[in-house]
């Protein structure tokens, strides 16, 4: 794929979303690895700490013209790296990657191009996606391994009351007694870190949740109270790598985990539908493009403009209700094909088949009823379709009001009425017909 860029150059342009920096530490892609791993360049034995992976993905920029996309999203990024370093040795990196022309409009000897290698790639989604599977399997063992773990022991970080065993216990005391909820235990990996992270603040005398250094432990406890501080900073990305659903679903944070928590969800609760705007329906043409609110405009559009008279046509047919839809529907149908629904002549186009239907007088002739007074034409050829929603055999109903009231209903796709009277029942009700009650 060839993108080309004016005459700026390549560093001024923005793949990505910006985001201003959280945290200096490493993104979610290396949850579980050490920091201090070693990353080779793909191309050269340039390497880089994994904590200072934004140093190797510069050095692929400027010395080799590769772009990574969405690395952030990379469960594994060493293994990434060492994938496509095999790969690359393997074949031209133009097979990978979509090639990006700079400074299209200038001197030929000015033009660069840069390569993009993304999930738009097969190969590299399939790759994405093992590493994904593949660190959410390390992630779930170590799970087990500290649920399996009797020998926790540790003090709450808000009284002195000491907890054994399972670490759930400590976790729900917190939340039970002192408010402070990191989560769902179920939903927590590497408790043990975690609480040591959350223990080195409160003793360098720092807020959990604004992060905001006090004097002495009082004035902190009494902030914390006072502020209703007593939980995490959604903001700090620090937590994300201690919740498993981060590993589960890329994008989606702690905070997330923590709403689901069925023990603060709110029951019963009434929704709002203060906000709720009607939009009006728009009718559409049958033959083009015109929309209309106003059904009577509509219906005159089309009458005036085309020579299609709707109503003219349910009267001279006797046309039921549910008649009217399917005949809508099969006209809808057929001009979507780009074929006559008067002669089945096709065309190579709507609009060819619109200016034949005009010119052969073919919008008022219809075919034999059978051919669209058909079952499958009871199911719209547009969901939306307004013009269906006005239908009505309100003309008919009138004319049976005028007859009188007491005339039977009979079932719309029943229309042998001798073969109805035949029937005893039946029989003996329209005898009754027209006796005063």
Not at 59 to 88: G, N, S, T
Not at 183 to 188: A, F, R, S, V, Y
Not at 406 to 413: H, L
């Amino acid at each position: 794929i060839l993108i080309q860029m004016n005459n700026r150059t390549f560093n001024e342009w923005i793949l990505e979303p910006l985001c201003f920096p959280e945290r200096p530490a490493a993104e979610i892609g290396s949850f579980s690895h050490d920091d201090a791993e070693v990353v080779t360049c793909m191309f050269c034995s340039h390497s880089n700490p994994l904590l200072e992976k934004d140093l190797l993905l510069k050095h692929l920029v400027l010395e080799h013209k590769l772009v990574i996309a969405d690395v952030k999203l990379i469960a594994d990024f060493p293994r990434y790296m060492q994938y496509w370093k095999k790969r690359i040795s393997e074949q031209p990196i133009t097979d990978f990657c979509s090639v990006i022309k700079t400074n299209a409009q200038g001197p030929v000897e000015k033009q660069e191009h840069y390569f993009l290698l993304c999930d738009v790639l097969p190969e590299d989604r399939v790759l994405r996606e093992e590493l994904q599977q593949k660190r959410l399997e390390e992630i779930l063992e170590q799970q087990q391994r500290e649920r399996d773990d009797n020998s926790f022991q540790r003090i709450c970080m808000f009284c002195n009351e000491e907890f054994t065993g399972n670490r759930s216990s400590l976790l729900n005391h917190m939340a039970r007694e002192h408010s402070f909820s990191m989560g769902l235990p179920d939903n927590i990996v590497y408790c043990v870190e975690f609480l040591d992270h959350l223990q080195r603040k409160l003793d360098n005398l720092q807020c959990l949740y604004c992060e905001k250094t006090f004097r002495d432990k009082t004035t902190l406890k009494d902030h914390m109270r006072k502020k209703q501080h007593r939980r995490i900073n959604a903001n700090n990305h620090e937590y994300d790598r201690f919740y498993i659903i981060n590993y589960l679903e890329l994008g989606k944070t702690w905070e997330e985990v923590q709403s689901e928590d069925d023990r603060e969800m709110v029951e019963n609760e009434e929704d709002d539908w203060s906000d709720w705007q009607a939009h009006p329906m728009c009718a559409v043409c049958l033959f083009c493009e015109q929309q209309s609110e106003s059904m009577d405009q509509i219906y005159t559009h089309m009458e005036e403009t085309h020579g299609f008279d709707l109503h003219k046509l349910k009267t001279e047919l006797h046309l039921r209700f549910y008649q009217q839809v399917k005949l809508v529907n099969y006209i809808r149908r057929e001009i979507h094909h780009c074929r006559c629904y008067g002669c089945q002549e096709k065309f190579g186009s709507k609009a060819e088949v619109i200016h034949h239907v005009m010119d052969a007088g073919h919008v008022m002739q219809l075919p034999e009823t059978s051919t669209w007074d058909q079952p499958q034409y009871y199911f719209p050829t547009y969901e939306n379709d307004a013009l269906l929603c006005v239908l009505s055999d309100s003309d008919s109903e009138s004319e049976d009001h005028g007859r009188g009231g007491d005339i039977p209903v009979i079932a719309e796709d029943i229309s042998n009425l001798r073969a109805l009277k035949q029937t005893s029942v039946l029989n003996h009700l329209l005898k009754d017909t027209g006796c005063p009650s």
